[in-house]
């Protein structure tokens, strides 16, 4: 498989006052390939959704390039760039606050049509009704009625329709299901995988939640203050970690199980430090169990240790 | 504690919560009963509107008729019924005797108050110290609670701290008077799982150093089977299975919770496993029918579910509100 999206040496950074800087994301290198799901799982200010915003250029990164589909984004402007958008959706995690409550909801798919030039009203009736229907949506019963009278699960529903009525290629879908109540995550995780298998799409799927990740993503690319921990095939991540953050989040994820014993993080005690002033070296080395003198020095780059798994320390688990 | 070595440490009978709507009147909350024996922990699970926040309010006064609430049913406190206190004794009960923690510590805590003086606040209050002893106690509990160079910290502002700090500074305030029941309410949704894995891992070790009841109110099923000794879930306002937290998951006998147990993503599953989602959505609680809440979503539904309300039966020291138990034969008790 080619890549869709290759992100290179991608920087962003948020000032703050005082000519001092959020480092959000710094020096991130990442590929997405065409037909899968890539997992991007992190903790709060771990980076991940800034990356997602840089990518689609909302605002465009401090460094680096996004290359999608052979074309470098943080290069275009205006019009080649807006030719480019509807390729590229999103989906976020609050599907209230996504939807303008004014507007019903046939006018909200459309809108996507109407600012891309879909001119002909009769094209548009048609498209909406169609991913309506794809997206478990009864046209005649929703056409005409405002986001407040539907519950999260159904304003997502109409988020993902909204991102697929101009049949992007690539979705980013930031915590889609983490503000659903849990009898309807899978409902959503469903819709996702069916509507990736049914419009052969391609996702970067955020989330924290380490098992809906798992249950839906090929790949997975672990992050940690900016950087990338890991990368590595789902099942392979997840059955041998090798970098101490990814052991250490696997286990702290409680399972649903009496019978599984809480595994040990093996984490040093204390908080993430602040992406405001990240530490030296390996940005995860002050709450590391292996930390050694050599992590304050140097960054650990982003290496191959095995076909298809990059990891970036200096002592991996695995090795 | 008193002198019937059996009586529970807290006992709820039939609570009731309803506000009235311009839809007509919400019953959030409609009948439920449970005890709490002490040193115990029970875990209440449900969905948001399920009603297991504004229960567990109710019974500590924080949502009633000032919120303009209808509360009814019976809460014994030790023997003592909550609710004929007046409110200098009830308040004086919540302050020593129970302590509570909530979701989001930056709205919990006071913004503009030291949080030195926050955690001495309660000892002065009600156990009568001076704001010297006051003081030095809070540093003491602020080091209990893990937090480095307490003497600094304690002269710190809330938002000085991180969230997962900023909990364990609720939690100090929880216990500082000592209480035998801590009540903690999503205290971990807010953080991040490694920062939550901290705060569980302090939550449940100060229950079981300080001998204290707890009730942990969560929605994820993942915190409650590691931490609770008994499970209460909770659907459309009413307990519709209560039972030892191993059962719970091992043999789960309402098909709610044995459908919502099927659809969590396991990390044991193989990447792309289809979930088995459940159909539908939890009822809108002003438009009640009279049968069983779940039933429009119950692959066992029959006409006798839409038809009467199933009242939770206890059979063998657990509790179901279902007449088509799962793991139960027909006409048998389990």
Same mark, same amino acid.
């Given at each position: 498989m080619s890549d869709l999206l290759a992100i290179r040496n991608l920087v962003v950074e948020y000032p703050v006052g005082g000519?001092?800087?959020?480092? +959000?994301?710094?020096?991130?290198? $990442?590929?997405?390939?065409?037909?899968?799901? $890539?997992g991007l799982v992190g903790e709060s200010g771990s980076g991940k959704s800034s990356l997602a915003r840089a990518l689609l250029q909302l605002p465009p990164p401090k460094a680096g390039a996004v290359v999608f589909d052979g074309q470098d984004l943080t290069q275009m402007r205006g019009q080649a760039l807006r030719a480019m958008r509807p390729r590229l959706q999103m989906i976020f995690q609050d599907p209230i606050a996504s939807l303008n409550p004014r507007r019903k909801v046939a006018e909200i798919i459309a809108?996507?049509?109407?600012?891309?030039?879909?001119?002909? +009203?009769?094209?548009?009736?048609?498209?909406?009704?169609?991913?309506?229907?794809a997206v478990g949506l009864d046209p005649d019963l929703v056409w005409n009625r405002r986001p407040h009278e539907f519950s999260g699960g159904q304003c997502q529903r109409i988020a993902i329709a909204r991102a697929l009525v101009l049949e992007p290629s690539l979705i980013v879908c930031d915590e889609p299901?983490? +503000?659903l109540d849990v009898s309807i995550r899978a409902q959503i995780v469903n819709l996702l995988e069916d509507m990736k298998a049914r419009f052969g799409l391609t996702l970067l799927f955020i989330a924290h939640d380490l098992a809906v990740v798992k249950s839906v993503s090929d790949r997975v690319a672990v992050m940690y203050l900016g950087r990338l921990c890991e990368v590595a095939d789902s099942d392979s991540l997840f059955a041998t970690p090798a970098h101490p953050y990814t052991a250490a989040l696997m286990a702290a994820i409680p399972v649903p199980d009496p019978d599984v014993p809480l595994g040990d993080t093996k984490l040093k005690p204390g908080d993430p430090p602040s992406p405001l002033d990240p530490p030296s070296g390996c940005r995860f080395r002050t709450r590391c169990p292996h930390a050694q003198p050599r992590c304050t020095d140097e960054v650990p780059p982003l290496r191959q240790i095995a076909p298809g798994r990059e990891v970036a320390c200096h002592f991996p688990l695995t090795a | 504690m008193s002198g019937q070595p059996n009586m529970p440490l807290l006992s709820v009978r039939n609570a009731q919560v309803s506000f009235s709507t311009a839809r007509g009147p919400l019953r959030a909350v409609d009948g439920v009963s449970f005890d709490l024996h002490e040193g115990r922990t029970l875990g209440i699970v449900g969905e948001s509107g399920s009603g297991k926040s504004v229960l567990v309010r109710s019974l500590i006064g924080l949502v009633g008729e000032s919120s303009g609430a209808g509360v009814g049913g019976q809460v014994l406190f030790e023997g003592r019924d909550l609710r004929s206190l007046s409110p200098r004794e009830f308040r004086s009960v919540l302050g020593t005797e129970i302590g509570i923690v909530f979701q989001d510590p930056m709205t919990s805590l006071n913004p503009v108050m030291k949080i030195g003086?926050?955690? @001495?606040? *309660?000892?002065? =209050?009600n156990r009568g110290l001076d704001s010297k002893a006051a003081a030095r106690r809070a540093v003491e509990l602020l080091n209990e609670v893990g937090i480095p160079e307490p003497e600094r910290r304690a002269q710190q502002y809330p938002h000085e701290m991180s969230g997962g700090m900023r909990q364990r500074v609720a939690i100090a305030i929880a216990i500082a008077c000592a209480p035998k029941l801590l009540i903690a309410d999503e205290p971990t949704t807010a953080l991040d799982v490694t920062v939550q894995r901290q705060i569980l891992d302090l939550l449940q070790g100060e229950q079981r150093q300080r001998g204290m009841a707890m009730i942990l109110i969560t929605h994820d099923l993942g915190v409650a089977a590691g931490r609770s000794d008994d499970i209460m879930v909770m659907y459309a306002g009413r307990a519709v299975e209560t039972a030892a937290t191993r059962e719970i998951f091992r043999s789960?006998?309402?098909?709610?919770?044995?459908?919502?147990?099927? #659809? =969590?993503?396991?990390? #044991?599953?193989?990447?792309?496993?289809? =979930?088995s989602a459940?159909?539908?959505?939890?009822?809108?609680?002003?438009?009640? #029918? *009279? @049968?069983?809440?779940?039933?429009p979503r119950c692959t066992y539904r029959t006409d006798h579910c839409d038809a009467e309300q199933p009242p939770l039966t206890m059979v063998? @020291?657990? *509790?179901?509100?279902?007449?088509?138990?799962r793991g139960v034969e027909p006409g048998g008790a389990a």
């Open positions: 000519g001092r800087h959020v480092h +959000a994301v710094s020096d991130v290198t $990442l590929s997405v390939k065409q037909g899968e799901t $890539l809108e996507p049509l109407i600012v891309s030039g879909v001119s002909d +009203a009769a094209e548009r009736t048609r498209r909406v009704r169609a991913v309506m229907e299901v983490s +503000a | 003086r926050q955690i @001495g606040e *309660g000892l002065r =209050l789960p006998r309402m098909p709610y919770t044995e459908a919502l147990l099927r #659809s =969590l993503p396991r990390l #044991s599953d193989a990447t792309h496993t289809r =979930l459940i159909p539908g959505r939890p009822p809108d609680l002003a438009r009640r #029918s *009279g @049968g069983c809440s779940f039933a063998g @020291g657990r *509790g179901y509100a279902c007449f088509h138990p």
